[in-house]
Each structure stands twice: as C-alpha cells, then as structure tokens.
Nanobody
Framework: VQLQAFGGGSVQAGGSLRLSCAVSGINFRLVTVAWYRQVPGKGRELVGTITSNSTTNYADSVKGRSTISRDNVRNTLYLQMNNLKPEDAAVYYC?????????WGQGTLVTVSS
C-alpha cells in the first residue's frame, strides 16, 4: 500500500489550498481514509476522515473551513482548505487503516503567513 500526498505550499492567511493524496495497492473505494497534520514538537492531529460511502468527519479546528472528498476512479483523496489561518501551518499526512495496520503518506508542508 502506498500513499503519496502533494499540493502543499505557502499561502497568506485567508487563502486556500487543495491537498491531494494518491493511493495505490489497495481497493481504495472500500477503505476509510484520513488527513492528519503535525507541527514540530507536537503529535499528529486528526484533521478529518472520509468513509467508503463518503461520510465525513472533521476536527473542530477545521470544521466549516475544510472539505475532504475522494475520487474512487482516480484512487485519490483530497483536502480543500479555505480561510487558512497561521495555526493551520503544519505537515499534512494522508492515512488509512487496513486490518489494524496504519499506512501513511510522506507528508506535504503547508505554511501560512499572517
């Protein structure tokens, strides 16, 4: 199983970014996938999840500003982030859990300037 995240970058506060995560090696349409983020010195924080039937859940910190979606044809997970705040700056990781085993993408860096 491989996950490859991309789309990070540097934006000003109030701006938007869309992160993508290409997934291979698993029947993508059947799994719940997630986005996490991490800042130096802290643990990984769950940003949100999307189930196989596209039910989503979000952390309170991003709720209303972020949308997780999936394309089961392209085997790709997305995270649309709007109205970005400096506290959203982090390395963002995509994740899936298959039979109790965690798989992670390599992370993509988001910086937000005030």
């Amino acid at each position: 199983v491989q996950l490859q995240a991309f789309g990070g970058g540097s934006v000003q506060a109030g701006g938007s970014l869309r992160l993508s995560c290409a997934v291979s090696g698993i029947n993508f349409r059947l799994v719940t996938v997630a986005w996490y983020r991490q800042v130096p010195g802290k643990g990984r924080e769950l940003v949100g999840t999307i189930t196989s039937n596209s039910t989503t859940n979000y952390a309170d910190s991003v709720k209303g500003r972020s949308t997780i979606s999936r394309d089961n044809v392209r085997n790709t997970l997305y995270l649309q982030m709007n109205n970005l705040k400096p506290e959203d700056a982090a390395v963002y990781y995509c994740n899936l859990n298959s039979y109790g085993r965690q798989f992670w993408g390599q992370g993509t860096l988001v910086t937000v300037s005030s």
